[in-house]
């Protein structure tokens, strides 16, 4: 009854899975593979030197006989190629390249105002692109794929933002087009879901998990056994809009144009609005957490609070989802302690014993780099997954 | 990205595999079940001829030829063997023998009370097998496996319950060992799990689904990508016990000794106690919802309260989930039409637009039918899955 996160079911000796095989250290020589697909061992010998004449794969060493001539081990070849990764955000881009593990070779960030719509952002983006390709000593022609996180809601399959928010300029326009110099798949998600791959491959874990951004909006990246969970319209994780009843009574009127959103009560923008009306001489969200960080005592309480409020969410969320993780990211969750004494309160006080038992809450331990790991991961699954790869196989093969 | 709710990933040609494919119509010959998994022919011929042997696949008629000898065709036998399906219910239970493909043979319902324990209870369910066995003319040795949905929280590897709130003395009993007399698995989960499978079953559906059960208590079985998900301690789903404010300001003390909990306010306890209070004559919550669907508009407005909170927390997972279907079940959503206005009215208002736009809130269309058509699809389920087949055929070789 479990849900495999496993993308090669269907034909387990193609060549992507076979290379998913190799990657994820299931098997490690033709022999190996030959007994994990029940596939024929020419089929499998034939699929493994393209996969090596591709240079995804390479042979080193001798594995150990069990009788008979020791078998050729293969590895994955990281070095087959390198993605780009973008995290966008709403005054900042960072973009990296990575080798195709998402280890990072060279990364750049540069100040931006994402309301200055696509044009000149993806201009300054491919501007980026050019110089740390140039810095790892690489091209455009290096390039496999792309990924690209974006502050807003994505339409997953076409790579056009969906009415974000706060993204002006931005609704349906094809990301993916700005990306024409390189020959490889362009991949674009929302900000959230991308942190949440990047946490699982910093943390290396394939389990369900809660990523929460608390920055100026909160919304929450799904991974259920290992993979991004989206729902039927991709709107899945998009809780900064859940309800909350105001302690005081108070009705907060949120962007949306709905009373009381749980990110016009708790959101960064909500920190500072409250800590201004508190007294505080902030000017932003981050003033606001580096006094908490600091001691100050209206800080503190402030941030903890909003802990308390994002708390009554995610305690309905451990109820439903029974989740083995939650991690906090974005800039409010730097905050770290307050911000986690907050969250552990209400969901200790108010989800199920069983469920919250064994229920770990961290902040990230990556906050800065999940996005861009993410959205490496992101272009390399997508680039190794089954059909690309034998298309690039086939490619490969035809320009012979 | 997808998750594949298919539990054959990593040898696709097992004989798990092969007869998976075939009974999902993927493949209808030898020849498509070698193109489908890229292995052998002789490994391929070996492996559904021994599914033959053992009843599973049966030969029938001639392919279409694409040049050369017309294939044979293939096709799953549904009657090769039958398992036992078991509803069991706070004070009923419902006992069904269905073949392989979940179709009910033979069913009976009788009158039991939980809180007479496992013993008396299991003993009735046993009594109730055999009769239904009889009345289909089967006997012990032809049922190949056992399912069972109970009325609580179960741990699933084991079949023992976890501490179930309304089955008193079932903590921690091994279900499974009540059916010793049949060689086959036994399958213990909790009875929304259940019912939540069999609307699948019933809907042939395997999207995105929450499966809503209001009777005495309040539940949610979660089908993510067609499969039961169950989250980290198998406790996913419990929305009985999350937060609802009162809208008048009351404070509701549950069951489970916390104050508003759902189903404390929403739930059919609440409902009948509500009634109570209004001044109905009323001694079940069953008389509350027959006269709710007779136009009582006391009544009628007690159940539209209802669905009004129960909306509340739905939105809020619908915000969270993005679920392409809502089925209501249990004693509750007879009710129906005035159940569903106000949990539509509460979800409409406070989802957000692009998750609410194509949602489906519906009631069952087969509310009795769903816990015994679940049981027969999670004990299928499990008796055909990889590692069952392949050892039933081991065993089937061995005794020749």
């Not at 709403?90 to 200055?116: E, R």
């Not at 974006?150 to 002006?168: A, D, K, L, N, Q």
């Not at 874990?205 to 290992?226: A, E, F, H, R, Y």
């Not at 989740?323 to 552990?344: N, Q, Y």
Request: glycine residues 12%; charged residues 20%; aromatic residues 4%.
């Amino acid at each position: 009854m479990a849900c495999h996160h496993d993308r090669v079911a269907h034909s387990s000796a193609s060549a992507g899975a076979l290379l998913h095989h190799v990657r994820t250290g299931r098997a490690r020589s033709r022999a190996e593979l030959v007994a994990l697909t029940g596939a024929a061992r020419n089929t499998v010998s034939a699929r493994v030197d393209q996969l090596i004449a591709a240079g995804l794969l390479e042979e080193g060493g001798r594995g150990w006989s069990t009788g008979g001539r020791p078998p050729t081990l293969l590895r994955f070849n990281s070095a087959a190629g390198c993605v780009l990764a973008v995290d966008l955000g709403v005054t900042s881009v960072d973009v990296a390249v990575t080798d195709l593990s998402a280890q990072v070779l060279a990364t750049i960030g540069h100040p931006i105002d994402i309301a200055d719509g696509p044009g000149p952002v993806l201009a300054e983006v491919d501007r980026l692109a050019q110089e740390v390709l140039a810095e790892a000593g690489l091209t455009p022609a290096d390039v496999c794929a792309v990924g690209v996180g974006v502050p807003g809601p994505v339409e997953f399959s076409t790579g056009r933002p969906s009415h974000p928010p706060i993204m002006p300029g931005w609704h349906d326009f094809p990301i993916p087009s700005a990306f024409g110099r390189y020959d490889g798949p362009v991949f674009v998600d929302n900000d959230v879901n991308v942190m949440a791959l990047g946490e699982m491959g910093v943390a290396g874990s394939v389990q369900d998990v809660l990523v929460v951004k608390v920055g100026t909006g909160i919304g929450c990246g799904i991974i259920v056994d290992g993979d991004v969970y989206r729902g039927a319209q991709g709107s899945a994780g998009d809780i900064g809009h859940i309800h909350v009843p105001c302690a005081d009574g108070r009705e907060v009127v949120c962007r949306c144009g709905q009373v009381n959103c749980l990110e016009a009560i708790a959101g960064g923008g909500a920190l500072l609005r409250d800590a201004r009306a508190a007294g505080l001489p902030v000017a932003t969200t981050r003033e606001v957490v580096e006094r908490a960080a600091q001691g100050d005592g209206v800080a503190l309480e402030l941030v903890r609070h909003a802990g308390r409020t994002i708390g009554t969410v995610l305690a309905a969320l451990v109820n439903f989802f029974n989740p083995h993780r939650i991690v906090m990211t974005g800039g409010v969750a730097r905050a770290g302690v307050p911000l986690l004494a907050g969250i552990r309160e209400s969901v200790y006080a108010r989800s199920m014993p069983l469920a919250a038992r064994a229920l770990e809450i961290t902040v990230s331990d990556a906050p800065d780099l999940s996005g861009r790991v993410g959205a490496a991961l992101m272009a390399i699954e997508g680039y190794l997954d089954d059909d690309s790869v034998s298309e690039a196989l086939t490619r490969a093969t035809l320009a012979r």
